[in-house]
């Protein structure tokens, strides 16, 4: 972590997660995590899906979908697959660590 990284504790489906950001990102991180939030409840509230893991995943591939095919016409997409590819890892590691709590 450089010295520009600091910790900041997402509330999301009422769970909290620590994650680490540098400190110009982090509004848009906790904007990321409500706006999420909002989508999970929603969700959720529907009563169709049930369990957190699953809430998440439905909730990431509604993300995703809208990301791909939202308002663009011109049949190609303006995701940064880098991006996503970090936004993915970085949900596996939440899911990972939030599996083994439950263990233990």
């Known amino acids: 972590m450089s010295k520009n990284d600091h910790s900041v504790t997402l509330r999301i489906l009422e769970r909290e997660y620590q994650f ?3 400190e110009e990102q982090r509004n848009q991180l906790m904007d990321a995590a409500r706006f999420l ?3 999970m409840k929603e969700i959720r509230d529907s009563g169709r ?3 957190t893991e ?3 995943v439905m909730a990431a ?3 995703a979908f809208e990301l791909l095919h939202g308002d663009d016409n011109s049949g190609k997409s303006s995701v ?3 991006r996503l590819t970090q936004l993915k890892y970085r949900i596996e590691e939440v899911l990972a660590s939030d599996s083994q ?4």
């Open 80 to 82: 940064d697959t880098n």
């Open 37 to 39: 939030d909002g989508r």
């Open 20 to 22: 680490s950001a540098e």
């Open 49 to 51: 899906v049930v369990g």
């Open 54 to 56: 699953r809430i998440a």
């Open 61 to 63: 591939l509604n993300l």
């Open 101 to 104: 709590l439950e263990l233990t």
